[in-house]
């Protein structure tokens, strides 16, 4: 009964000051995510995925693990440099999951920045977790290569070479490479009816690529 209400009030602190937040970037839907949290708070050592709209419209992420304590946390178009200076404290932290799968860099490479950006972006995060949850697993999915940012697909190459490199002398981090899987057969196309009609989402059966990659990562 104790811990329930000092969730509560935690809840309200931070609800309190997120409202003290200016500018900050789709606080509704973080203050949505801690209403949800104060009625029903996700238990510890759960499966957090944190992202941007590529784990927001995974809306059946939670039925495709049905045995798993999946918490999906994607925001809006989110940008991981957003996760990094903002998000934390609210929709990573608190949850002390026993395994985080990260999907972010896409939006921040189409918004102009670079592939180094992202990985340096990503390094500061790995750093905050590895930190404050030293015994979390710390999953990393490739940026995807979206049909309609061919133009950027280069700083997309740069940030996931730098950040599979990065992770390969990390202990409890893994990089997984989700892009392959939605490419054509045997070639470096994307495959863009594994897309909606935006060409930059997934559809189900892209998500159906991504989980047949993520299956034994989440198991």
């Known amino acids: 009964m104790k811990a329930k209400i000092l969730l509560l009030f935690l809840g ?8 003290a937040q200016t500018g900050f970037p789709f606080d509704n839907e ?32 939670e039925k495709r693990f049905p045995n798993e304590p999946i918490i999906r946390r994607g925001v809006g178009g ?13 929709i990573l932290f608190p949850y002390q999951p026993r395994k985080i799968f990260i999907y972010a860099g896409e939006n921040d490479i189409a918004a102009g920045k ?7 972006e990503f390094e500061k995060l790995w750093e905050m977790i590895n930190k404050k949850l030293p015994n979390t697993t710390v999953y990393f999915m490739s940026v995807k290569p979206s049909p309609s940012r061919a133009k950027f697909f280069g700083e997309v190459e740069i940030a996931n070479k730098l950040i599979k490199n990065y992770l390969a002398n990390k202990p409890n981090s893994t990089f997984i490479d989700v892009s392959t899987t939605i490419l054509k057969r045997n070639t470096a196309v994307s ?23 993520l299956e034994p990562y989440v198991r």
């Open 12 to 19: 309200i602190a931070l609800s309190t000051q997120l409202h």
């Open 30 to 61: 973080i203050r949505a995510f801690k209403h949800q949290d104060s009625l029903n708070f996700p238990p510890k050592n759960g499966i957090l995925f944190i992202g941007s709209s590529s784990i927001r419209k995974w809306t059946d992420l």
């Open 78 to 90: 989110c940008e991981l440099w957003q996760i990094v200076n903002y998000y934390t404290p609210y």
């Open 114 to 120: 670079t592939g180094k950006f992202v990985f340096e």
């Open 191 to 213: 495959d863009s009816s594994l897309f909606e009609s935006d060409l930059l989402h997934l559809n189900s059966k892209g998500y159906d690529r991504w989980q047949e990659v």
